[in-house]
């Protein structure tokens, strides 16, 4: 069982900055498809951002240019830099992963059952 931990939540203004962290604690991260989702007050749990062994990367369509997602195999862990933070991206952000490696010309995984682990979520939230 991968067992992951988020950090790097918190408050922030409109506009601005946050990095989130997310470490895996086994040592086959590299062979892993990597995500972050997220998951509003009243709402359902949406896919954020995912990127793969070989560093493909697949967005929402509505962070795509303001979020990054990147992945430090040295360290076993993922971030998710997010820039121009808006007041619609408050929530609960969860990291996850799945033994799943698409290849070159697959679709990367964008549903919660594609991932078999998850974090425990770090609360982002962003002040109008």
């Known amino acids: 069982q991968v067992q992951l931990v988020e950090s790097g939540g918190g408050l922030v203004q409109a506009g601005g900055s946050l990095r989130l962290s997310c470490a895996a604690s086994r040592r086959t991260f590299r062979a892993r498809t990597m995500a972050w989702f997220r998951q509003a007050p009243g709402k359902e749990r949406e896919f954020v951002a995912a990127?793969?062994?070989?560093?493909?990367?697949q967005y929402l369509p509505s962070v795509q240019g303001r979020f990054t997602i990147s992945r430090d195999d040295a360290k076993n862990t993922v971030y998710l830099q997010m820039n121009s933070l808006e007041p619609e991206d408050t929530a609960v952000y969860y990291c996850?992963?799945?033994?799943?490696?698409?290849?070159?010309?697959?679709?990367?995984?964008?549903?919660?059952?594609?991932?078999?682990?998850w974090g425990q979520g770090t609360q982002v939230t962003v002040s109008s």
């Open positions: 996850a992963s799945t033994d799943y490696s698409p290849g070159l010309r697959v679709a990367i995984p964008t549903t919660e059952a594609a991932y078999a682990n």
């Open positions: 990127v793969t062994w070989n560093s493909r990367t």
